[in-house]
């Protein structure tokens, strides 16, 4: 079993439409959730950065934690084609090292 | 804020010879990361330093890949010799307090 599981997509949404983007990982002792946005060719770029369960919110991107059941998911709400990226989810413990989801392919049609 | 640099930004060799990657974290930035991400899969951590001593490298291929970082600041990865499956993006990260990684736009080698 991966430590962290993403859904590769790729994943196609009109222009405005709310996307889900979602992770499940099997290490309870992962104590830090991050979001990544990759544009092609370029290096990942962090979005979202969580420490406990819940929910965070930075302008139309929402990180949600649910430590219960290992599961980390990222909303864009009004999605642009400006977002069409790979979008990868991350989690780590006690020694700054992230492992990283496979990540998901999001197109966002005009 | 200068971001991390790499070069070069693209590099393809033959089989068996070797090759070297350079990476500039951002300044005071302590711990640096050389990640390995294959085509449509996510990064593979591959070794991480503290300043310039060796805190995971794990899952690094020891009998082909060597790393340093001199005087805790550039870092170079050295592959030799190189296989086919070595044909990825390396790509390069430093991070000061906290989870805050940021990442150079990378190495994409391919091995022929």
């Known amino acids: 079993q991966k430590e962290v599981e993403q859904d590769p997509g790729p994943l196609s949404v009109p222009e405005g439409a709310i996307v889900s983007l979602n992770c499940t990982y099997s290490?309870?002792?992962?104590?830090?959730f991050m979001w990544y946005r990759q544009y092609s060719r370029k290096g990942p770029e962090l979005l979202m950065y969580?420490?406990?369960?819940g929910n965070k919110e930075d302008g139309r991107f929402t990180a949600q934690v649910d430590k219960s059941s290992k599961y980390i998911s990222l909303f864009i709400r009004d999605s642009q084609p400006s977002d069409s990226a790979t979008y990868l989810c991350a989690t780590g413990g006690a020694t700054n090292k992230l492992i990283f989801g496979t990540g998901t392919l999001l197109a966002v049609q005009p | 804020e200068a971001g991390v640099a790499q070069s070069p930004r693209y590099k393809i060799i033959e089989k068996r010879q070797s090759v070297a990657f350079w990476c500039n974290p951002i300044s005071g930035h302590a711990t640096l990361y050389w990640y390995q991400q294959i085509l449509g899969q996510g990064p593979k951590l591959l070794i991480q330093?503290?300043?310039?001593?060796?805190?995971?490298d794990s899952q690094l291929p020891k009998d082909r890949f060597s790393a340093e970082r001199l005087k805790g600041v550039d870092s170079t990865l050295k592959i030799q010799p190189a296989k086919l499956e070595d044909s990825a993006v390396y790509l390069c990260?430093?991070?000061?307090?906290?989870?805050?990684?940021?990442f150079g736009s990378g190495t994409r080698l391919t091995v022929v």
């Open positions: 330093f503290q300043n310039n001593g060796v805190v995971d």
């Open positions: 990260a430093s991070s000061g307090q906290g989870y805050g990684y940021t």
């Open positions: 969580t420490y406990s369960s």
């Open positions: 290490n309870s002792a992962f104590q830090y």
